[in-house]
């Protein structure tokens, strides 16, 4: 069996995002890829394929929607109808497309903040407009952040929304929502004749402790007006194959799937689709020795933070491999310095408050993803990802704890 993460030389041949777009210097913990060695049987498909010269466009069948029916089914006590699943390139295409079916320029798309990045981008790319509805730490959740319904309520009972953009699980925070939650979601939902995009794609990823219910699972209201969008991209790490799937469970958001484009199966990746029914089918056991390597991860990142960055907030995520770190108290706002003429450093990396990844970037070569962009409720925070070998993740805190003022021994 090889080892579950190779070392870093072998990491840093790879030609992707995570490894093409800093110096080597830099330590990169930034873009939602895992350092992991692909499934065996992922690995086996994709060299059958390639052994084959079998490289063309994704084939007409069933097989991605049976093999995602038969991974909910095992996964998350789902019953997905294999009629309602319809495949499209990635998450990020499916919600866009999906979008453009039931906005018009100037409607409202409803986010809970902070939220990965490009909620936002997709909502304006199809002319709609991003409505705020913020986390909220209050009753009861012993500060734990979670979904605010009366936030939520206020922005579905304005005239010109139309949809809601739900991240379940929540990435940066790594909230799993409850089945009250979702449910109580989807009852407004209904009552103001809002639609759910429920983007599910760290699904497979949920840790101990927690439990992921899918949107669609929780009730009537749910199926009446959710979307689901699933994917093997972030659990099993094949983001760059390009498959992922749209999911329903109720005609009416179905006869909306329908009007997709007849073009989007020729769009996904062959490729994607052979790796993602290897991952559905046959990755359980490889996808459980992630969970438990995530599951170590998260709670080492816990550890050494309050050894070395005491004064950086953490919340160990319920699902995924991403860590949204509260730099506030570490890099408090200071009044303005004047600016020595030989730093031609931005404002924000000089000091952190603002923008602690980049400043981290300058002075610890650990690249981190900025909270700016995840909206209100980012500024002074960076997403970690610790999907790495653990002796990486001591090396970047190690590295940030060298930096900063008044780190731990
Ligand atoms: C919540 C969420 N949705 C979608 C994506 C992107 O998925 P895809 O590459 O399938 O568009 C990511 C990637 O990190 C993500 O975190």
């Known amino acids: 069996m090889p080892p579950l993460v190779p070392p870093l030389a072998t990491l840093r041949r790879r030609r992707s995002a995570k490894w093409r777009s800093h110096p080597v210097d830099v330590l990169p913990l930034p873009v939602a890829e895992m350092d992991y060695v692909l499934a065996e049987p992922v ?13 063309g466009y994704a084939a007409p069948t069933r097989d991605l ?3 995602l029916c038969g991974y909910a089914g095992r996964a998350w006590d789902w019953a997905v109808d294999p009629e309602h699943v319809r495949t499209v390139t990635d998450v990020g295409l499916g919600i866009v497309e999906t979008l453009r079916r039931l906005v018009s320029p100037g409607d409202g798309v409803v986010l809970s903040l902070p939220v990965y990045e490009p909620f936002s981008w997709w909502i304006r790319e199809v ?3 991003p409505v705020e509805a913020p986390l909220t730490s209050r009753s009861g959740s012993g500060g734990e952040p979670r979904l605010d319904l009366d936030a939520l309520e206020e922005a579905f009972a304005a005239p010109q929304t139309v949809a809601y953009l739900l991240c379940n699980p929540h990435n940066p925070l790594g909230l799993v929502h409850s089945r009250s939650e979702l449910a109580a979601l989807a009852e407004l939902a209904d009552r103001y004749g809002v639609h759910v995009l429920s983007d599910e794609i760290h699904a497979p990823l949920t840790l101990p402790g927690a ?4 949107f669609l699972s929780v009730s009537d209201a749910a199926r009446r007006r959710g979307f689901a969008f699933h994917s093997a ?4 790490n094949l983001a760059g194959l390009k498959a992922a799937t749209v999911v329903t469970a109720h005609p009416a958001p179905k006869r909306y799937v329908d009007r997709l484009s007849p073009h989007s199966l020729f769009r996904t990746g062959h490729l994607g689709v052979l790796a993602t029914v290897a991952a559905y089918e046959h990755g359980d056991a490889w996808l459980a020795e992630v969970v438990e390597a995530l599951d170590h991860n998260r709670r080492l990142l816990g550890q050494l933070l309050t050894q070395h960055l005491p004064r950086v907030g953490y919340r160990p995520p319920g699902a995924g491999f991403l860590a949204w770190l509260d730099f506030r108290d570490q890099f408090p706002r200071l009044p303005p310095s004047p600016r020595s003429p030989s730093d031609r ?10 923008d602690p990844a980049a400043h981290l970037l300058e002075t610890a070569r650990v690249a981190l993803t900025s909270g700016l962009g995840y909206g209100t409720g980012g500024r002074g925070f960076a997403r970690l990802n610790f999907a790495c070998a653990p002796e990486t993740l001591v090396e970047a805190v190690t590295r940030i704890a060298s930096v900063v003022d008044g780190a731990g021994g």
Do not use: M
């Open 43 to 55: 690995v086996q498909a994709l060299r059958e394929a390639i052994d084959r010269s079998d490289a």
């Open 345 to 354: 450093r931005s404002p924000e990396a000089r000091d952190g408050a603002d």
């Open 65 to 67: 929607a049976l093999a």
């Open 211 to 214: 439990e992921f219910i899918p």
């Open 127 to 129: 002319g709609a407009l």
């Open 233 to 236: 991209s972030k659990g099993w």
